[in-house]
Each structure stands twice: as structure tokens, then as C-alpha cells.
């Protein structure tokens, strides 16, 4: 269980932030609990469900106090290969803050290149290079999250995005491979993954 103290008083960006945080409990909940409603298919478009669960994998994750510069430093998103979100990603994340960092996100088409990043979205694009992209962030506190690419998790890969039942946005998790890289991950990230696995 987490406890968390609130300050006697928030400025924009902290009810912001709040306000959109709400709005993924909300969304997430609507996606994965078939009795809750959707009021709009467009409005929750597969791509916003991959944005809000990559805000919620990154809100329920641990990182290392080496994962960063400073502690003021931003939580930085790199993005390898083919963007799948365009201006989505930013326009979310603008006001965002995540215990007290901001999001920033850095789009690259070498691994190396996105060094520093504490979480790394690896797109399909990158399905041939899979083995040599995940053994080169495995040496970092990275977070690796995988666009439905195959034998993501087998490798070591910490979250893969799979498609069930025609839903793009389910997820399987490797415990494990977290641990290897020093990241913690929250229970209630077990009870939403379709699958877990542990490193070959």
C-alpha cells in the first residue's frame, strides 16, 4: 500500500497533473473491466490507450536513484524507430508531472543515441535488431516497453504491448528482467499483464 501526503497547497501544474491522472484511473478501468462503459470509440483511440498506459507503467515503477543526473532531472521517454504517436505523446505529457519530474521525450533511430533515457518504447520497426537494442539497454535502469514485437519478454524485454481479442493495448510483463535492471514494479502492474514470464 502507498501513502501519499498531499501539500497544503497545489499550484496549476500540480492540479493538472492530478486532474490527469484521475483521467487514467478512469480510462484504464473503462478498458479492462468489460462493465464499465465507454462513451466514445474515438475518444479513446488505441493510440491514447497505449499513451495513458505508458504514463501508468512509468507512475508504477521504481527507478534507482542513478537512473538520474539530479533529482530535478526529467523523466525522459525515448522512442526507437518509427513514431507511432506523432503529437499525441507530447500534447498528454505537456503539463504531467510524475513524482515531481516533468516527461520529455526524445525520438532516435539508433539505440545508442537515446542513451540517458529512463524509459525506452521500442517500435515494431526495430523487430530485426530486437536482440541487440534490448542486450544494450539491459546494462541501464531502463524500462523497456515493446510494440507487440515478437519474443520481446523472452529476451529480457521488461513490458511488450500484445493485441487481444483485436485490442492493440493489453500488455505482458517480465518480472525478472525488471529486477535485472534495478526497476521495482508495482503489484497492480501483475493483475492487468495478460502474461508474465521470467529471463530464459
Not at 32 to 51: D, E, G, M, N, R
Request: aromatic fraction near 12%; include cysteine; glycine fraction near 6%.
Amino acid at each position: 500500500m502507498f501513502i501519499k501526503l498531499l501539500p497544503q497547497k497545489l499550484d496549476k501544474t500540480g492540479l493538472i497533473t492530478k486532474f490527469l491522472s484521475k483521467t487514467i484511473c478512469i480510462l484504464l478501468l473503462s478498458i479492462f473491466f468489460s462493465f464499465i462503459t465507454l462513451p466514445s470509440k474515438a475518444q479513446y483511440s488505441a493510440t491514447k490507450v497505449k499513451i495513458a498506459l505508458i504514463v501508468h507503467f512509468i507512475e508504477h515503477t521504481t527507478f534507482p536513484p542513478e537512473a538520474f543526473k539530479s533529482p530535478k532531472e526529467m523523466i525522459q521517454i525515448g522512442i526507437l524507430g518509427d513514431d507511432p504517436f506523432g503529437d499525441e505523446l507530447e500534447s498528454f505529457l505537456m503539463h504531467y508531472k510524475i513524482n515531481g519530474r516533468g516527461l520529455r521525450v526524445r525520438r532516435k533511430k539508433k539505440a545508442s543515441d537515446l542513451w540517458g533515457c529512463q524509459v525506452i518504447y521500442i517500435s515494431k520497426s526495430e523487430q530485426g535488431k530486437l536482440s541487440d537494442i534490448l542486450d544494450y539497454f539491459r546494462r541501464y535502469p531502463t524500462l523497456t516497453i515493446g510494440d507487440n514485437l515478437k519474443g520481446f519478454i523472452e529476451q529480457c524485454g521488461i513490458i511488450n504491448f500484445v493485441t487481444v481479442d483485436n485490442k492493440p493495448y493489453r500488455f505482458e510483463l517480465n518480472i525478472e528482467a525488471a529486477q535485472k535492471s534495478n526497476l521495482g514494479l508495482d503489484v497492480g502492474l501483475f493483475r492487468m499483464a495478460k502474461r508474465i514470464v521470467a529471463c530464459p
